[in-house]
C-alpha cells in the first residue's frame, strides 16, 4: 500500500477518513493508529465503525484494552494500550488470536506494541499543525517498511 497523507480541518473531516477506510476494510484487516492526546484517534475509530455498519456508541476502551462490536459487517475489534506497561502485557487479553481473526482489529497508542503487529499493519498516524489552526491534521496512511 502506497503511502498517503491526508488533511483533516475539524472532527467531521477525521470522522469521514474513518468511515472511508472501514468502508473499504476486509477480514483480518489491522490498523495501528497512532498520534498524542487529543488529535482525534477515538473520532477516526468511531467513523470507522460506522463504515463496518456498527450502530453501537464507540468510545475509547482505554481502561478495559479492548472492546468488541459485532452487528456490522465485520467483528470490529477495538484496542487502546495506552495503559500498558509491557507490550507482553496484550498475550493475556488474546491479542494474537484477534489480529489472526475475521474481523477488523483498530488499534490506538500501536507504537507501544509495535513488535507484536504482523508486517501487513496498515499504519495511521494523527498529527496536528497548529500554524494550520487548532482543528488541523495530517493523517497518513499506509504501510511500514521495515529492515
Avoid at 483533516?8 to 470522522?15: I, P
Avoid at 456508541?57 to 452487528?71: A, D, Q, R
Avoid at 481473526?101 to 507504537?111: K, S, Y
Wanted: net charge negative; glycine share 12%; aromatic share 10%.
Amino acid at each position: 500500500m502506497e503511502r498517503i497523507i491526508r488533511e483533516s480541518r475539524d472532527a467531521g473531516k477525521t470522522y469521514a477518513l474513518g468511515k472511508e477506510l472501514g468502508l473499504k476494510a476486509s477480514p483480518g484487516d489491522i490498523y495501528a493508529l497512532t498520534g498524542d492526546l487529543g488529535t482525534g484517534k477515538t473520532v477516526f475509530a468511531q467513523g470507522f465503525a460506522e463504515g463496518l455498519g456498527i450502530n453501537d456508541t464507540v468510545n475509547s476502551p482505554t481502561f478495559t484494552i479492548l472492546k468488541e462490536y459485532e452487528g456490522g459487517r465485520l467483528p470490529f475489534y477495538h484496542f487502546d494500550v495506552y495503559r500498558i506497561e509491557e507490550p507482553e502485557e496484550m498475550y493475556e487479553v488474546g491479542l494474537s488470536e484477534y489480529l489472526t481473526g475475521n474481523g477488523v482489529c483498530l488499534i490506538e497508542w500501536a507504537e507501544l506494541i509495535e513488535e507484536l503487529l504482523p508486517e501487513e499493519t496498515v499504519h495511521i498516524e494523527i498529527r496536528k499543525d497548529l500554524g494550520k489552526g487548532e482543528d488541523f491534521r495530517y493523517i497518513t496512511i499506509g504501510k511500514e517498511e521495515r529492515a
